[in-house]
T-cell receptor, first 115, second 110 residues
Framework: NAGVTQTPKFQVLKTGQSMTLQCAQD?????MYWYRQDPGMGLRLIYY???????DKGEVPNGYNVSRLNKREFSLRLESAAPSQTSVYFC??????????????FGDGTRLSIL | GDSVTQMEGPVTLSEEAFLTINCTYT??????LFWYVQYPGEGLQLLLK?????DKGSNKGFEATYRKETTSFHLEKGSVQVSDSAVYFC?????????FGKGTHLIIQP
């Protein structure tokens, strides 16, 4: 079972470059999420998509855009990368965002460095 | 807003020791509570969950009880193993997504 798949696993960018992080889930989940993980900060929600066709800002959306391409795929785009966006990015999915007892399933992460 | 506070590590224990990782939360309403574990180089995996007051979540020898009166969800294990070395995250679930604590790095020495 693949679960949540993220690509790429590692990436190095120069300041000002753009990039799209890809995420796909094969569990037929309705809701998908993007988090960033920074040392001493835990994980913080960037954007989420409660269902296909909808997206909403999370705690730290500035500098990012997202696209819910279809039910399976949710991409995160950095239009003009900045060193402050160096982080590990995690995609997650859950059956529904409307039921708070549903756990989220996480991908293995994308380690992104901005020089 | 919602928040989760957990003890910061690293926490270093000897194999077979008793483990407690404290977690307290602040939230409006009655959130579901989770513990996730992250092994080196991997994503987060759900360890256990509890959805209402006095519920006990358990998995792989770990336990945590949802205490509404103390707004706590402490993680415990009676006898830890070297393979339990990882980072543990306490989290609560609201409508938008998960709110995480900062994580506790657990190191188990043989």
């Amino acid at each position: 079972n693949a679960g949540v798949t993220q690509t790429p696993k590692f990436q190095v960018l120069k300041t000002g470059q753009s990039m799209t992080l890809q995420c796909a889930q094969d569990m037929n989940h309705n809701s998908m999420y993007w988090y960033r993980q920074d040392p001493g900060m835990g994980l913080r929600l960037i954007y989420y998509s409660a269902s296909e066709g909808t997206t909403d800002k999370g705690e730290v959306p500035n500098g990012y855009n997202v696209s819910r391409l279809n039910k399976r795929e949710f991409s995160l785009r950095l239009e003009s990368a900045a060193p402050s966006q160096t982080s590990v990015y995690f995609c997650a999915s859950s059956e529904s965002s409307r039921s708070s007892n549903q756990p989220q399933h996480f991908g293995d992460g994308t380690r992104l460095s901005i020089l | 807003g919602d928040s989760v506070t957990q003890m910061e590590g690293p926490v270093t224990l000897s194999e077979e020791a008793f483990l407690t990782i404290n977690c307290t939360y602040t939230a409006t309403g009655y959130p579901s509570l989770f513990w996730y574990v992250q092994y080196p180089g991997e994503g987060l995996q759900l360890l256990l969950k509890a959805t209402k007051a006095d519920d006990k979540g358990s998995n792989k020898g770990f336990e945590a009880t949802y205490r509404k009166e103390t707004t706590s969800f402490h993680l415990e294990k009676g006898s830890v193993q070297v393979s339990d070395s990882a980072v543990y995250f306490c989290a609560l679930r609201d409508w938008d997504g998960l709110t995480f604590g900062k994580g506790t790095h657990l190191i188990i020495q043989p």
